[in-house]
Nanobody, 124 residues
């Protein structure tokens, strides 16, 4: 049984930074892709960033490109999202997701496993 556990959320002022982590536990292997999604109150879950199985390819939503950086450490089965220049519109619950096929995808229905989410709140 594989589980994803996010951490690192919190309250930050506009312009600040946070780093989210997503740890995969259980029987894992490295040939999977990972992604970050977020969901604000009253809105649908939306794609933020994704990274392929070996970390060689990444993709970002236009709204976060240049401010957020996704990365992964295969030795730790952990993925990160470094978020800089945070704005109030970044406020949401952030979820990490795993896709057993290692290619990049931006759609929620392409991912096989989800974490429980971590709250990020950006005050103005």
């Amino acid at each position: 049984q594989v589980q994803l556990v996010e951490s690192g959320g919190g309250l930050v002022q506009a312009g600040g930074s946070l780093r989210l982590s997503c740890a995969a536990s259980g029987r894992t292997y490295t040939s999977y892709a990972l992604g970050w999604f977020r969901q604000a109150p009253g809105k649908e879950r939306e794609f933020v960033a994704a990274i392929n199985w070996n970390g060689g390819s990444t993709t970002y939503a236009d709204s976060v490109r240049g401010r957020f950086t996704i990365s992964r450490d295969g030795t730790k089965n952990t993925m990160y999202l470094q978020m800089n220049s945070l704005q109030p519109e970044d406020t949401a619950v952030y979820y990490c997701a795993l896709r057993w096929r290692g290619n990049l995808e931006t759609q929620t229905n392409k991912y096989d496993l989800w974490g429980q989410g971590t709250q990020v709140t950006v005050s103005s």
